[in-house]
Structures are given as structure tokens and as C-alpha cells.
């Protein structure tokens, strides 16, 4: 129990050290960053992420919802811009789906979220429901991930073009793009979650917000190595079950 808050240089060390959990430690994101992928599994992870894409816009939308603060209103509008695209930007969707024809999948295939397993969607239909019911505060503080962002879209334009040489170089956009954006999305969202957060409790709720939001983005990536690492897809055994369970008898 925090007895008494700290102050805004300890609160924003405490948030930034929550970089620790960030899912670039996950071993499937290690695989990634390393070459040890294959293409496959490359493709999986593409097709899952883009149900997040499309609904990080859907996110953001709820916060504005919620939000009473016009000021805040306008800057954080840029977000849904900057995925949906506007005035001849294509944006971070579009970049996206650019990225799954640049690792083999068709548009239509990563459009029609036909590889999307059901824990990346309970996971990520779980932070749009938290965002829906929180306060906007609450629920731009979850947002915060985007601290670490950057590092990760640094990773991947350094380490995949040479450990992936059949993706076409294209596909790189959004992650060139959104070295730019989340940092002045982090920017602004830190220094609404440090004004907002000053008391104890209220601190350690954020925190704790922040670490859900982790936890989304871990749990996709587990979802992920079970059914591209591990060939556990969801259901992988009820085939073969139900094949060795005809005519057994009448148990």
C-alpha cells in the first residue's frame, strides 16, 4: 500500500519501468527479432495484429466519447486519423494490409480475420470494452504501452529485412510511420496520465491499468506460440478425437 503518492518524476520512473513487461520479452517477439521465424508464423502474427489495428481506432473512439475536454478532444482525435487515414493518408490500416501482401497473405485474406484465434480476440475485444466503461483518463493512461513503441518498430526495421529477405521492403511503412507518431501520442498521454493521477490510490490504479494493457498484448502473443509455435491452434485436438472416438461404442 502506498502511504503517500509520489511525486511526478517517481510516478512517470514507476510507469516507465513497466518496459519490462512489454511483449518485445515475449519469445515469440524474441523469435521475430532474431530470424528464427518462419514464414508462416510471420504471416500469423501479420493476420492476428490486424485485429488490433482495426480496432485501436474503435478504442480511441470510446475515449473521445467519454472525454468532456475539448483541448484533449482534438489532440487525441489524431489517433483515429492516423490509423483510419484522411486527406490523401492512407493510414496505419491501410499500411497494414500493405505489410500482410509484403509477408505472402492476400488483402482479403487478412480482411476477412479469417486467422484471427479467438484469444487475440478476446484480448483485444477486452481493452475496447475497457476503454467503452472506464473514465477517459483511465483510459488513456492504457494507452501508455505506446512509451516503449517505438524501440520495438526500431527493432524490427533493423533486424527483419536482413533475417527476411522475401518481404517485400514495402511492407515496412507503417513501422517507419509510427516511430513518429507514437512518440507524440506518448508525449501528450503522459502528460495527461501525470496530471491526472496524483494521489496514491489513484497512482496505483493507473499502474495497474497499464499493466492490464501489458497483459493484452502478452496474451496475444501466447495465443500466437500455441498455434503457430507449438501447433496447438484452438481445438487441434477435437478432430482427432472425434476421429478416434467413432465407432468405440456407445460410452
Not at 16 to 40: D, E, L, V, W
Not at 227 to 233: G, K, M, P, R, S
Request: glycine share 6%; hydrophobic share 35%; proline share 3%.
Amino acid at each position: 500500500m502506498l502511504k503517500k503518492p509520489y511525486s511526478r518524476d517517481e510516478f512517470e520512473a514507476k510507469l516507465r519501468g513497466k518496459g519490462a513487461y512489454y511483449h518485445i520479452h515475449h519469445p515469440f517477439h524474441i523469435a521475430m527479432n532474431s530470424g528464427q521465424c518462419t514464414q508462416k508464423q510471420i504471416q500469423g502474427w501479420v493476420a492476428n495484429r490486424y485485429y488490433y489495428q482495426i480496432m485501436i481506432p474503435v478504442k480511441d473512439a470510446n475515449v473521445l466519447a467519454n472525454c468532456t475536454d475539448q483541448e484533449v478532444r482534438k489532440k487525441w482525435v489524431q489517433r483515429i486519423l492516423d490509423h483510419d487515414g484522411y486527406d490523401g493518408s492512407e493510414g496505419g490500416i491501410e499500411a497494414w494490409l500493405r505489410l500482410g501482401e509484403s509477408v505472402g497473405l492476400t488483402r482479403e485474406e487478412v480482411q476477412s480475420l479469417e486467422h484471427v484465434l479467438p484469444g487475440v480476440r478476446f484480448a483485444v475485444d477486452a481493452y475496447v470494452n475497457f476503454a467503452r466503461k472506464a473514465s477517459w483518463q483511465e483510459a488513456a493512461c492504457s494507452s501508455l504501452t505506446e512509451m516503449f513503441a517505438p524501440n520495438i518498430h526500431q527493432k524490427r526495421l533493423e533486424a527483419w529485412p536482413a533475417h527476411y529477405p522475401w518481404i517485400d521492403k514495402s511492407g515496412y511503412d507503417y513501422f517507419r510511420t509510427r516511430l513518429g507518431e507514437a512518440r507524440r501520442d506518448v508525449e501528450h498521454g503522459l502528460e495527461l496520465t501525470l496530471n491526472h493521477f496524483q494521489s496514491a490510490e489513484s497512482q496505483l490504479r493507473a499502474l495497474d491499468i497499464l499493466q492490464f494493457k501489458l497483459d493484452v498484448l502478452w496474451t496475444m502473443l501466447d495465443a500466437m506460440s500455441l498455434a503457430y509455435v507449438h501447433d496447438q491452434a484452438p481445438y487441434f485436438n477435437v478432430e482427432r478425437c472425434s476421429t478416434e472416438g467413432a465407432g468405440s461404442g456407445s460410452d
